[in-house]
């Protein structure tokens, strides 16, 4: 599957014991929280690093979660 977005960082879960800042993609389809698959699901230096960049990205969704097994920058 693949979904073309901004990557942003903001606070996911908000009021909840699972509340963090989290790398998400905002698409046309909704935001998800984005994982590179094998990584670190809480801190990827790899993720931050597309923080404010638009990317194609490749992977699968898994709930409210974006699995991405590769990328592009659009």
């Known amino acids: ?3 073309i977005g901004q990557v942003i960082c903001k606070p996911f879960a ?3 014991k699972s ?3 989290a790398v998400m993609l ?3 389809e909704g935001e998800y929280v ?3 698959q ?3 699901p809480f801190h990827d230096p790899r993720l931050e690093e597309l923080v404010g960049k638009r990317i194609v990205a490749r992977g ?3 709930g409210y979660t974006f699995l991405m097994k590769d990328w592009t920058e659009a």
């Open 1 to 3: 599957m693949e979904r």
């Open 14 to 16: 908000s009021g909840s």
């Open 19 to 21: 509340e963090r800042p």
């Open 26 to 28: 905002q698409t046309g």
């Open 34 to 36: 984005l994982r590179i």
């Open 38 to 40: 094998g990584g670190n």
């Open 60 to 62: 699968e969704v898994h």
